[in-house]
């Protein structure tokens, strides 16, 4: 069902319904085929872009939309509801997007941001490795300074969009130490950069997850975003914000499942009665549209915070928190209440249970959200 959203203005409400149809045209009746047979959907992240939905928090001077937080982040969640892997893809190439707008020169922006924005470039973000996932200062991947820009050396891992994206915002080591990383506004070709096999999933099957290997790639003095060893505070940046990305699009897939199981509880009869007026099965709904519902509002609380030049940080990690443990919640209780075609192929709640789980995991663990959320409380 459509969600009754509170917005700010009519032009939001407009932006709603205009991501609502081509949510329905575009992503729902390709989601199941792209998803089963693990294939990439050519084209449609330039139907995304020609929208405006790919640049939606981002000013209107270098062709985004120019739209708070708690209109994008809302967008994000009509995405999921019918498509996680894009919606997912959509809210990395955001993150990806941020070094350049936040910590680039005038001139990096005027280069290279309108066609990002405008969804002809999409990008990707490149922070963790192999042995560096929540530790993201544990990071090896080395930039060496030569006379032409840098040279980039390494692995970096799981990357969304890795090996497709026309860019990525990449993390490599400048220097030793917490200080000695800087930001890189990396191009998705060239020589000396690799990707590896897509990694095998257990959800969001249609966009690809990939290590890059860099063999001495060179990039050029002005593709650094920021100062050197500026790295680690763009990317903390980045991901508080990110974070709201995710917690959206898991508020996006609870929903999805709670509304199979609202429909299938109405429409499923047992003992002669439908199943939603069984007590045990509709106070099990209840639960489940309670932890949608709160999800959504915890998530809408760091956005509008952040809409206001406020802190959010730590209200961005209680969003991804709340909204991701919902999210595994909402859709194992989805599968529960279709009983055992819950458990087929034959409606979607298997796969949103699958896809419910690494929303728990990228954009920084639910244990690394608990961290940042008790650090903010000591004296």
């Not at 989601?31 to 020609?50: C, M």
């Not at 005027?110 to 999409?122: F, N, S, V």
């Not at 106070?283 to 959010?312: E, I, N, P």
Request: charged share 20%; glycine share 10%; aromatic share 8%.
């Amino acid at each position: 069902m459509d969600v009754d959203r509170l917005l700010p203005t009519p032009e939001a409400a407009d932006l709603i319904a205009l991501t609502r149809e081509i949510a329905d045209k575009e992503l729902a009746p390709r989601v199941e085929e792209h998803e089963r047979a693990e294939s990439y959907p050519e084209g449609l992240f330039a139907t995304l872009g020609q929208a405006g939905l790919l640049g939606l928090v981002y000013p209107e001077e270098y062709g985004g939309g120019g739209q708070p937080y708690e209109v994008y982040l809302q967008v994000l969640e009509e995405l999921a509801a019918r498509w996680a892997s894009v919606a997912v893809a959509t809210s990395v190439h955001t993150l990806a997007c941020h070094p350049l707008h936040a910590y680039g020169t005038e001139e990096q922006k005027e280069r290279w941001l309108p066609a990002m924005l405008a969804g002809e470039r999409i990008g990707g973000y490149s922070l963790s490795e192999p042995g560096a996932g929540s530790d993201a200062a544990a990071l090896t991947c080395k930039a060496e300074p030569t006379p032409e820009g840098y040279r980039i050396t390494g692995t970096k891992a799981w990357i969304t969009h890795g090996g497709k994206a026309d860019f990525y915002a990449l993390f490599a080591r400048t220097a030793p130490g917490p200080h000695g990383v800087s930001c890189f506004l990396a191009p998705g070709a060239v020589e000396g950069l690799s990707f590896g096999l897509p990694e095998r999933k257990m959800g969001l099957h249609a966009v690809p997850t990939a290590a890059a290997h860099w063999d001495g790639a060179l990039l050029e003095k002005d593709r650094r975003i920021g100062a050197e060893g500026q790295g680690l505070a763009i990317a903390f940046s980045a991901l508080d914000c990110g974070r709201l990305g995710i917690a959206a699009c898991a508020t996006g897939l609870a929903q999805a499942a709670l509304d199979v199981a609202v429909d299938y509880a109405n429409e499923r009869t047992t003992f002669g009665r439908r199943l939603v007026d069984h007590q045990g099965l509709g106070f099990l709904l209840a639960d489940m549209t309670a932890a949608v519902d709160s999800a959504r509002a915890t998530y809408l609380d760091a956005a509008r915070r952040r809409d206001r030049g406020h802190a959010f940080s730590r209200q961005a990690s209680v969003a991804k928190l709340v909204a991701t443990d919902a999210a595994m919640k909402v859709t194992t209780d989805a599968v529960q209440v279709l009983g055992g075609y819950g458990y087929t192929r034959d409606f979607p709640v298997e796969r949103y249970m699958r896809e419910a789980k690494i929303t728990q995991i990228f954009e920084g663990t639910n244990q690394i959200q608990r961290l940042v959320i008790s650090r903010g409380l000591a004296a």
